[in-house]
């Protein structure tokens, strides 16, 4: 049968480092969506954050993530994708989503210093702790489970999800 995971949390757990890792341990096709955002707009995530705005790129994600409804393969989602319950829906669709989750303190380390577009007008810090509080309840109830995922490498957050789908295929 087709295998589809989803991995959600806020930006920096590591969506991207764990789900490339565990595509590669199951033989499935990574697909990130971010990176495919990218490529459907023809240009990198903050240029179009200049240019059509955060509702811009929600659009070019949304179709995105409805194009993967009935995709096999591990599916990386950006942050905010679960901002919208049509995305949850489809990537709940035949599908295991985990929820990597981590301290703002660790968030903060990790994305210190890269290219990514504010969401509020406020300090990175403030944004972090601002958008984790709201889109708490978002993502504890998108998720099938919750892995915590900051206070160890993606090789063993992989081997965990590992564990839980095969645990359930037993
Ligand atoms: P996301 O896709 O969730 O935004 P990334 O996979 O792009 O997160 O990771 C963001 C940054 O944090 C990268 O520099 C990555 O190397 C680092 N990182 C990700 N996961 C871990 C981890 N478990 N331990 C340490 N560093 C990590
Ligand atoms: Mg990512």
Redesign the pocket.
């Known amino acids: 049968a087709a295998v589809k995971i989803a991995l959600i949390?806020?930006?920096?757990?590591?969506?991207?480092?764990?789900g490339r890792i565990l595509a590669d341990r199951l033989g499935l096709p990574f697909l990130d969506t971010?990176t495919m955002v990218e490529r459907r707009a023809g240009m990198p995530i903050p240029e179009i954050f200049r240019k059509k705005g955060e509702a811009g790129f929600r659009a070019l994600e949304r179709e995105t993530i409805a194009s993967l409804r009935d995709a096999e393969g591990v599916i990386?989602t950006g942050?905010g994708a679960i901002t919208d319950p049509a995305n949850i829906a489809d990537l709940r669709r035949h599908g295991r989503v985990f929820l990597?989750s981590a301290a703002p303190g660790v968030i903060l380390d990790?994305?210190a210093g890269s290219d990514r577009p504010g969401l509020t007008g406020l300090s990175q810090e403030e944004e972090v702790r601002t958008l984790l509080a709201r889109r708490k309840d978002a993502y504890l109830g998108a998720a099938d489970a919750c892995i915590d995922?900051?206070t160890?490498?993606?090789r063993e957050?992989a081997d965990i999800i590992l564990q839980e789908i095969r645990g359930e295929a037993g």
Request: glycine fraction near 22%; hydrophobic fraction near 25%.
């Open positions: 949390g806020f930006r920096g757990t590591g969506k991207t480092s764990v971010d990386s942050g990597l990790r994305i995922a900051g160890r490498p993606p957050i």
